[in-house]
């Protein structure tokens, strides 16, 4: 197991060498103005700027230069200082957001993962309780139901469900409000009293002893969360249900059943955990897919995470961004990945020993 | 392991539930919530529910602002764009400000008189005294000077510096490195480094000594290269903001050695210590900016003036429309920004309209509409930035956009646009009327000249081109593109009347404003003779720019917006700058408006300097190398509950001194 | 071989039909006849054979009397109780006392639980044993069926198929119950082995006084072991007879077909013997023959078995037949 772990870590490397090198190679289809066009803020008014853009950047030398100079930064001749060099851990500058990339991913990443925290519970748990049950009564009123909300939800696009939420959850009842907290208690978080243990928020308002900010924060996350649900349901609803189906399906429940378990026994612990191989994988991808941070979801409910601010850089054609974004991205992926392989040791035995 | 799920799962559900009922107000008092700010929570709710909620805000101290994009750059050396301008208002000051709404009076602020020489060309501004910057120090003539020093020699055409670079080195010398080696080494170090040090040392000292400060006087002296008409307008904004200059030599910037200036030249924002950092003289103090989310602003308590009414100010950047839409209506937003073409839906929920009336310069009273509704709509003021048609007089040979490139039908000669008559019939043939109605909704006035209302040089009662199809042909008939000397309507041979031409128009994709005005031009065109062609081709951004740049379009749709409130920031790039530069216009035509362009900045007298303009807006609409569309007016929005506004369209944003909630 | 004239379980008119769904709204258009009528009795300490043609619905028969199915229509006592009419809990109770070893020894046993677990659930489940006490009973059941106890760590898919069956047998008998019904438990499983799991069966009934019903797929499997044989065809039992008197005398045309497929030791013999070689395929099962179900391969059908069916009759003591030519 640790060989296989280690080998797939060293492999980390090269994976996110050969993305560098897919983006980097497709931005050679722009000539050197369309580029240094990128990195100039809307309309501009100087013809200056672009020169000074291409002369920066070097956007007009060898594409070996300008990759080893992204890769690994170049030195001022005049302070004699390195400026950028990815592998010095200096992603570049984020035009859209003013702050080094590195800062702009260290700062919204665990927004990113506090939200998948708290989503891929109610995700997953709901998401599988529905398949069971709709599963376990097959063809039953429930597993009817099910199937009409499962096709609402595929169908419901993140953009229309999440605004149609905040219409009525935000902008009428104003239970729960997008952003990540309100003034009062940002304040509260930004005063020197509160501690960033773990740089997750909810976690610090709880190591805090902060249950108001704490409260505050789910309330900004609820909407996100039922929004990310509701839409993800519907897969893991399909999934389950099928894969339950098939388990129902199997012989050793029916030898569960003849040894006299309960009807409940028979399917928490024979039938579900069985039925959860394929459930495993979905969950995988689920995590993987938040943890990239949720696009539509996150821009829909002004939630700072990762996924917002690739929107925004992507929109604005900050490619030194998009370009760490797809970098960091390519790394969650892979250790995600290599995480839910182990997970799939841990659920199912035969794939464990083998 | 099933245990802790289920565990975790009705922690899940009871914590939303929770969250939930703590909807409506803060659950609990926080206790300690900010030590910078301690009242800031104290009292949570609405005293009486039954009030209706939109009469009212829930916090009047804290006032937030929605809007999308945050700045680039708080260093007000470097900061050029309102978003940033906006912030570096409101903690900065200058030695003069805007008088309210004027756009063209102002009012002493950081110096509390000023004097000029009576050539025009040296400004003796008399410092204010008990003035502390936020971090504590007293402010002093010599951080004035440090300020606009540093500035100057900051430079970089990344900057808004070539506003003060040309009074002070003279027209045409835009930046630090002209006076160093003619501006060959503009935004670039290494190059400019690469200058004998002497040379260096004396560009620095010549910054010096045209910038001097006697704090035992209180006094700053500016010399100017000579006289400069719009010279109190251009150090009005933010670029003119005083920094103090220990602090900002401890946080990284110019040390203000003449001996090392050239180290922090063309600094880009990335590298800049001030970029995320201020210290300023102003109403409000800069508390944080989490950047791409929200910028705080809290009151200066220790104002030289009286406190501003607001306690704290925040941004919030929330990039999605509909967002921002659900704060505005949840009564979460004070200011929203609303993309034109969600107007509609906010006009229904406005209550309240205040209209412009152009001849008192000035809003009328705001009349109620629907009382139930939340929102104030501002509209009618004549904008500060324009969309113009920009014909190409020499076109790239590269260009992909002009078919053929020749006068057979299929395509035009490069120097199409060089033909006046071809201009002028270009622009008879553009409708005014269906481009302000389908782009503006009806809201926007036709431009008769260069500069904007009220500025020296304005005209209302200029002639100006409009939709004509007998002059667009009689124009077209008078041009004589195959150039032998035979007007087309004429030339037996037959010209552009009788081949007919194609070409195709660019837009940015995603710029319908740009779009619409060449389809209308396009429709008009075949029209007339349904020879003529004109495709439009949307392109991405990035190329966009390049054929631009390259002038690889027959004709650009371009917007300028305005840098100071002045004639000379207008005709500048239209007739000798930028955009004439783009144009690739005639030579002799260039130097004619040279002329006149530097003549009329340096005059100082309104109505010499109107007349110098007045000859340039004939020459321009006799030949004209651009057709000016029109300017948009205002349509704005506010919670009904805010007061106190000053609508200054010169402002990045807003000034939030004045401004207070109900 | 020791039969008492106790009857252990009595099966009435047993039929039970598998529903078949349709379209969006899945509604039933038809059902499979699996088991359509089936009466019969098990004595304590016999050996019941249940032979037919694969889907001809010995499994569900099986099941349907362990309740694992709901069924249809029919009577099911066992020990003088009617299990159709025990609630839930008194079901699972029941269950202690009658256990299946089941056809396919792969899909049997749950792939993620270990030996120990599979044999030491049901102790659990009907709290016959606790803690430690679980570990020594399995012990004790995996040397029973010759299984090293060591073993009891591992999981499923790492035996053999003849290893996973006793790892059946184990579990069934982890309960000491009276009655096991035995779904082909040979039929998987090698031919060298084969003998084994028999041999260690008829240990068994011996050791615990056991009671089977042992079902298989053709004749030859079941005459070592059974002290009775029923033959069924396509959800019905169309033969019921002590075994030596089914061999010798088959009354039915499919016993008779059937036996005759069965190859005897002596090759002389065997090519000497009439056989009866059915023709076509088993109909459906969701849309049986009106009449006889075995008349569209009956080689002496009439007229009438079309019009109405045999009645299952005792023609001789112990020997039921459902024919209309038979006597
Ligand atoms: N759960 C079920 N749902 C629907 N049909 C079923 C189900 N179980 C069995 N059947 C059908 O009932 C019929 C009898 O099946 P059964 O498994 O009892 O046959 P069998 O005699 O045991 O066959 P084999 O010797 O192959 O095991 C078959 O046609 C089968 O397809
Ligand atoms: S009843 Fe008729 S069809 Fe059925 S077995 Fe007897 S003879 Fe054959
Ligand atoms: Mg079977």
Redesign the pocket.
């Known amino acids: 197991m640790m060989t296989y772990i280690i080998r797939r870590l060293m492999l980390v490397p090269f994976l996110l060498f050969g993305v560098s090198i897919l983006i980097f190679g497709m931005l050679q289809f722009l000539d050197p103005i369309e580029r240094a066009s990128l990195y100039i803020r809307g309309d501009f008014k100087s013809e200056g700027q672009i020169q000074a853009a291409v002369k920066k950047y070097c956007l007009d030398c060898p594409i070996y230069e300008q990759y080893t100079n992204w890769l690994i930064g170049t030195i001022d001749s005049v302070s004699g200082e390195r400026e950028g060099g990815i592998l010095f851990g200096n992603f570049g500058w984020s035009k859209t957001t003013s702050q080094p990339v590195a800062d702009l991913i260290s700062h919204r990443f665990p927004n990113t993962l506090d939200l998948t925290i708290w989503a891929v519970g109610p995700i997953i748990l709901i998401g599988i309780w529905l398949g069971v049950q709709s599963a376990v009564h097959h063809n039953g009123i429930f597993d009817q139901a099910a199937r009409i909300f499962s096709i609402v939800g595929t169908s419901f696009p993140t953009f229309v469900f999440g605004l149609l939420v905040l219409m009525i959850f935000y902008a009428n009842l104003q239970w729960f409000p997008p952003g990540r907290l309100s003034d009062t208690y940002s304040q509260v978080v930004r005063s020197e009293s509160f501690h960033h243990y773990t740089t997750l928020l909810t976690f610090d308002a709880l190591l805090n002893g902060r249950i108001d900010v704490f409260l505050d924060a789910l309330r900004h996350m609820f909407l996100p969360i039922l929004t990310l649900s509701y839409l993800s349901w519907a897969t893991f609803l399909r999934v389950t249900r099928g894969s339950m189906l098939e388990t129902l399906r199997q012989e050793y429940v029916t030898t569960a059943r003849a040894k006299g378990l309960s009807e409940r026994d028979v399917i928490n612990k024979h039938a579900r955990p069985n039925a959860m191989l394929p459930v495993v994988t979905l969950a995988g991808f689920t995590v993987v897919g938040l943890m990239g941070g949720v696009i539509i979801t996150e821009t829909v409910f002004d939630y700072p995470g990762i996924g917002a601010a690739a929107a925004q850089a992507s929109a604005q054609l900050d490619v030194i961004t998009v370009l760490g974004f797809a970098m960091f991205n390519g790394f969650i992926l892979i250790v995600a990945n290599l995480i839910v392989d182990i997970l799939y040791g841990v659920v199912d035995p035969r794939v464990r020993l083998s | 392991m099933r245990k802790i799920f289920t565990i975790l799962s009705l922690l899940i559900v009871a914590s939303m539930v929770l969250a939930a009922c703590g909807g409506a107000a803060p659950v609990e008092d926080p206790a300690d919530p900010a030590p910078a700010d301690p009242a800031a929570p104290a009292d949570p709710a609405p005293a009486d529910p039954a009030a209706p909620e939109a009469m009212g805000s829930s916090d009047p101290t804290t006032f937030t602002i929605a809007t999308f994009g945050g700045p680039e750059t708080l260093d007000p050396a470097l900061a050029y764009e309102t978003a940033g301008g906006e912030i570096i208002q409101n903690v900065y000051e200058t030695l003069v400000f805007y008088d309210g709404i004027h756009t063209d009076k102002f009012v002493p602020m950081l110096a509390e008189s000023w004097e000029v020489s009576d050539d025009g060309s040296v400004y003796t501004f008399n410092i204010r005294s008990g003035v502390t910057f936020h971090e504590g120090q007293d402010m002093t003539a010599s951080d004035v000077a440090y300020s606009f020093q540093r500035g100057l020699l900051f430079g970089g055409h990344a900057s808004p510096q070539w506003l003060l670079a040309e009074p002070f080195f003279g027209v045409g010398n835009d930046d630090i490195t002209c006076i160093v080696d003619g501006c060959a080494s503009a935004d670039d170090r290494e190059a400019l480094s690469a200058n004998d040090p002497a040379t260096l040392v004396a560009a620095c000292e010549t910054v010096k000594s045209a910038i001097v400060a006697d704090d035992a006087a209180g006094t700053v002296t500016m010399t100017l290269a000579s006289s400069w008409g719009p010279f109190i307008a251009t150090i009005a904004q933010s670029w003119g903001s005083v920094l103090d200059q220990d602090w900002a030599i401890a946080q990284g910037a110019w040390d203000g050695s003449c001996d090392t200036w050239q180290n922090y030249y063309a600094e880009p924002s990335e590298s800049d210590p001030l970029t995320t950092v201020m210290n300023g003289t102003g109403p409000f103090v800069f508390d944080h900016y989490t950047n791409g989310e929200e910028l705080v602003l809290t009151r200066n308590d220790n104002y030289w003036q009286a406190p501003a009414a607001l306690e704290r100010v925040v941004w919030k950047y929330v990039d999605e429309w509909g967002t921002r839409f659900a704060m505005a209506q949840a009564g979460d937003a004070d200011f929203f920004s609303v993309p034109p073409e969600n107007r509609s839906q906010v006009d229904a929920l406005s209550g309240e309209l205040c209209e412009f009336d152009l001849a008192a310069n000035a809003y009328k009273e705001c009349v109620v509409t629907d009382d139930a509704q939340p929102f104030r709509l501002y509209k009618g003021r004549p904008g500060i930035a324009r969309t113009d048609m920009f014909f190409v007089f020499d076109i790239n040979p590269v260009s992909n956009y002009v078919g053929s490139g020749q006068l057979d039908g299929n395509g035009i000669p490069l120097d199409f646009f060089s033909d006046v008559h071809i201009r002028k019939a270009f622009a008879s043939c553009f409708d005014w009327d269906v481009y302000i109605s389908d782009v503006f909704d009806g809201e926007a006035v036709q431009s008769p000249v260069i500069p904007l209302a009220g500025m020296p040089g304005y005209q209302a009662d200029m002639p100006v081109y409009s939709y004509d199809p007998a002059v667009c042909e009689a124009e077209f008939k008078l041009a004589d593109v195959d150039k032998d000397g035979i007007p087309a309507g004429e030339d037996p041979e037959g010209d552009v009347w009788t081949t007919g031409f194609r070409l195709q128009a660019l837009y940015n994709q995603g710029n319908t404003t740009r779009q619409v005005v060449s389809e209308i031009l396009a429709g008009n065109l075949a029209q007339v003779n349904d020879l003529f062609n004109v495709e439009t081709v949307g392109l991405p951004w990035p190329t966009f720019l390049r054929t631009l740049r390259n002038a690889e379009g027959p004709y650009f749709v371009s917007g300028w917006q305005e840098d100071i409130h002045d004639a000379h920031n207008w005709y500048q790039p239209y007739v000798v700058g930028t955009y004439a530069g783009r144009q690739r216009m005639d030579a002799d035509l260039k130097a004619q408006f040279q002329d006149l362009v530097n003549r009329g900045v340096a005059e100082s007298d309104p109505d010499a300097r109107a007349a110098i303009y007045a000859e340039l807006n004939q020459l321009f609409y006799d030949q004209v190398p651009t057709a000016l569309l029109a300017v948009a007016t205002s349509h704005g929005y506010e919670q009904r509950w805010v007061t106190g506004r000053t609508l200054n369209p010169i402002f990045s944003g807003d000034y939030y001194y004045t401004i207070s909630k109900k | 071989m020791s039969a008492n004239n106790e009857v252990l379980l009595q099966v009435k008119d047993l039929e039970m039909h ?1 529903p078949i769904y349709r379209g969006v709204f899945q509604r039933k258009v038809g059902a ?1 006849r ?2 359509d009528g089936v009466t019969f009795d098990v004595r304590r300490g016999e050996t019941l054979g249940l032979v ?10 099986g099941r349907t009397i362990l309740q694992l ?1 709901k069924p249809t229509n029919g009577g099911v006592s066992f020990e003088g109780n009617d299990l159709l009419k025990l609630k839930g809990e008194e079901m699972r109770l029941m269950r202690r006392k009658m256990q299946m070893i089941f ?1 396919d020894p792969y899909a049997s046993l749950n792939p993620r639980m270990t030996v120990g677990q599979l044999v030491g659930e049901p102790l659990m489940v009907h709290n016959v044993a606790t803690g430690a006490e679980i570990n020594e009973r399995v012990a004790h059941l995996l040397k029973v069926v010759n299984l090293n106890p060591a073993f009891s760590t591992r999981y499923p898919h790492e035996f053999s198929g003849g290893q996973r069956q006793r790892i059946g047998v184990a579990r069934a008998l982890a309960l000491q119950p009276s009655f096991i019904i035995c ?2 438990p040979i039929s998987a499983l090698d031919v060298s082995i084969q003998a084994q799991v028999v041999n260690l069966l008829e240990e068994l009934q011996e050791q615990f006084n056991l009671t089977y019903l042992f ?1 298989a ?1 053709d004749l030859s499997m079941v005459k070592h072991i059974s002290d009775r044989v029923a033959v ?1 065809y396509l959800g019905v039992f169309v033969e019921v007879a002590e075994r030596d008197e089914l061999y010798a005398k088959p009354l039915h045309p499919y016993t008779q077909a059937l036996l005759s497929a069965v190859p005897i030791p002596d090759p002389v013999a065997d090519a000497k013997r009439a056989r009866t070689i059915l023709k076509g395929d088993v109909p459906s ?1 969701a849309n049986p023959p009106s009449g006889c179900r075995f008349r569209t391969r009956c080689p002496i059908a009439e007229a009438r078995c079309a019009d109405s069916r045999p009645e299952f009759r005792e023609v001789s003591p112990g020997h039921f037949v459902a024919c209309h030519l038979v006597n």
């Open positions: 598998f499979v699996a088991v037919g043609e694969s889907g001809c619905g010995k499994s569900t028969t199915y056809q779904d082909e079902i797929h069924m099962p």
